[in-house]
């Protein structure tokens, strides 16, 4: 069965990624053709998702107590216009809609509703509730897991979006660029024309008023100057003689080149300025930058305005004269006024006409509410009318109160109306200062207007809010009543019912009949997947375990059974068994032979070995092979203990005895001398000649050859490319092994000057100790000598003085 998808629904993150780019590219007017882009969602829901959430001038924020204000007024002038509401509002359509709602809750909510039926706005959505508005929800997380069908759709406008060159930008840019040279060969030809003198520009000129002055050849109030009293007439000559060579060396090809690549620079570079400028002002003023470019980008600014087309008049001649004989206050002005029907029935007397302003003034109301109770009390009446049970549960006891209240306010405030059918048309809602409607102005007040209706304002309206809201009510009544007296006219119900049990398995087994079960379909399903299974399974336990060991090597093409020649019958058997299996797991399960990519060709002497023919197999129980299995165990096991008698007998282990025959057979099998005796002459080349051994020498050594420079090459490659990915790795590792070297370097002289300052150190010490008591003995020595000294110069001093005196 096809897949129906039901476009709408949740928005995705990666749809609005799409729809994002899609307005980008397509604008905002092609939206069959962004819808395209998204399988899931159509034209008119893309529109809708991007102006109501995804325009970036959609306000988010919460709202104000002015904006809310505002609504109320606002819905109350324009009930139902949520279109006209919401640029008045500075929101859009659904939001003022939405919060309307949301402030009637509020306030039915703040009056004490006992159903508290305002917490089902704030609930989220059960099973199966539908969102009636989802284009204003944020979107969905996209899963880690995504879907084929999203992925495709993903890939899809990934692809198209992409597509900057598609047709139809193409052909526009070519019929372009033979516009622009259809229009520079014409104005090369007219330039050509004009210089050789077949096209001149008089003609032009002709089909203009004499009297008219061509600026673009003639100058304003020119007055030629006067001729002098020289000849002149060789210099005009020689000056036009210039003029004609400069005119011919001119290139007027390159100049208009020049010219148009001057003007394509300079539109360039003033479409990067305007975008620079854009960007500056996208850091300081956004909201600017989105008002301009969305008047760039409305339609209105673009489109040319067609003639405004009126309709049609919705009343008649006859009508209107028919309205004017209905009102008896208006009386026959065919006799004072002459001229057309349709006049006559717009004419009236204008004599004796109605005071502008009545003659006292009207009442109001005894109470006066404040504003929150204005707002509970419109609140909660447009909550009952939401919240009227259909008619045919009966029960209007709350529509007939709210219509008794309303009835009371009516007695209350009910004036003098104003006569005449047409001055009725012209009556105007009265609102208070909450924007609130009250009464009618009209009612409130005499006859503003002239008795033919001519100063009657376009958008009046003779039924207020609460009188169409009667009505309704009225008419729910009568249908309501009508449709009980239908269904009282119905027959009168028959309540005689049958009823048959079910079948059960067991009274069908005590009555013999086998029960029918009907298996599911997924059952049997999976009944059949695991016989395939097991089927699987069986053939892939059926084949040798040499083709289930994938990692072993095998050789390619057809197996020659003529070299190993055995003479032991027992061997001969399993010799052409093991060649019969060899044959036949080359045909069932080829070996897929090497790639030929980046490697070079195969020599063109080498042939490949062709695929032997099919070899049938008798089959084997499953039993017999584990027989056989078990026999050659047992005979492994009665081996290894034969082998293992001489290590046991010289009082080692049997683990230990298992370690040594393990290394025995490793050392034999690596003995190039016992390969040389198994393979060149030993028991399996006894029936072999000198040639065949001398080209099996050959092919071996060349599949050596072979493999070791296939080695060779991957070796070199994956060395260059260690060398590429490693290089600087090797470099930053030579630095810093150098560094070592140098700081190691610096560590040994370290320890060098270390050791040599603590020896230093350790002679100081004791070299110290001696100085010091040297240097104690000597201050001893100088402290007993200075008195004795200090009076042998006193004494010198004195005979000094002495002498010195006598002379």
Known sequence: MVKVFLKGGTWKNSEDEILKAAVQKYGKQQWARVASLLNRKSAKQCKARWHEWLDPSVRKVEWSREEEEKLLHLAKLMPAQWKTIGPLVGRTATQCQEHYEKLLDDAAAGKGDDDNDQSLRSQPLRVGQIDSHPETKPARPDPIDMDEDEIEMLQEARARLANTQGKKAKRKAREKMLAQAKRLTELQKRRELKQAGLVSGSARRKAKRSREIDLGVEIPFHKPAPAGFHDVTSEAARTEGIRAKRMKSVDF?????????????????????????????????????????????????????????????????????????????????????????????????????????????????????SKQESILREASNLRALERGQTPLLGGDEQLEEHEQEEDEDLQKTERIATPGMLLERSKTPRRDHYGLNQRPQSELRGPVDDAASVGASTFATNISIRELAREERRAAKLARRQLEEALAALPAPQFDYELEAPSNADEDLEMGTEPVVVEDAADIDAAERKRLRDEVDKLYEARSSVVKRADLPRP????????????????????????????????????????????????????????????????????????????????????????????????????????????????????????????????????????????????????????????????????SKIIVLAGGYAKRAEALSAEMSNSYGELRNLIIEESVYKGLQVHEEKGAVQRIDRLRADIHRLQKDEPRLQSMYEELAAKNNAELKIE
């Not at 854009?278 to 067609?306: F, H, W």
């Not at 009126?310 to 006799?335: C, G």
């Open 253 to 369: 090809k390159k100049l208009n080149e020049q010219q148009y690549r001057s003007r394509d620079r300079e539109a360039a570079q003033a479409k990067k300025r305007e975008e620079a400028r854009l960007r500056t002002l996208e850091k300081s003023n956004m909201q600017y930058v989105v008002a301009q470019v969305s008047k760039t980008n409305d339609p209105l600014n673009i489109r040319k305005r067609g003639p405004l087309e009126l309709p049609a008049p919705s009343i008649t001649d006859q009508e209107l004269k028919q309205m004017a004989k209905m009102d008896p206050a208006m009386p026959d002005v065919a006799s004072l006024q002459t001229g057309t029907d349709a006049t006559k029935a717009l004419l009236a007397d204008y004599t004796d006409r109605a005071l502008p302003t009545p003659m006292r003034t009207p009442m109001t109301s005894s109470t006066t509410r």
């Open 556 to 719: 390619v093409g057809a197996i020659v059974d003529t070299i190993f020649v055995s003479t032991d019958d027992a061997e001969k058997t399993i010799d052409a068994e093991r060649w019969q299996l060899m044959r036949h797991d080359a045909h069932a399960f080829p070996v897929n032979a090497p790639s030929a990519i980046g490697e070079k060709k195969r020599k063109k002497n080498v042939k490949q070995a062709p695929i032997p023919p099919e070899t049938p197999l008798d089959p084997m129980p499953e039993e017999m092979l584990n027989d056989a299995k078990d026999l050659i165990e047992a005979e492994l096991k009665q081996l290894l203990e034969r082998r293992a008698q001489p290590y046991l007998q010289e009082g080692k282990s049997m683990e230990d005895a298992q370690i040594l025959l393990d290394e025995e057979i490793l050392k034999a099998c690596g003995a190039p001398q016992l390969a040389k005796e198994v393979f060149v002459a030993g028991k399996g080349w006894t029936n072999a000649t000198d040639e065949t051994k001398l080209q099996s020498l050959i092919d071996e050594y060349d599949t050596f050859q072979e493999a070791t420079s296939a080695l060779r090459k991957r070796n070199e490659k994956i060395e």
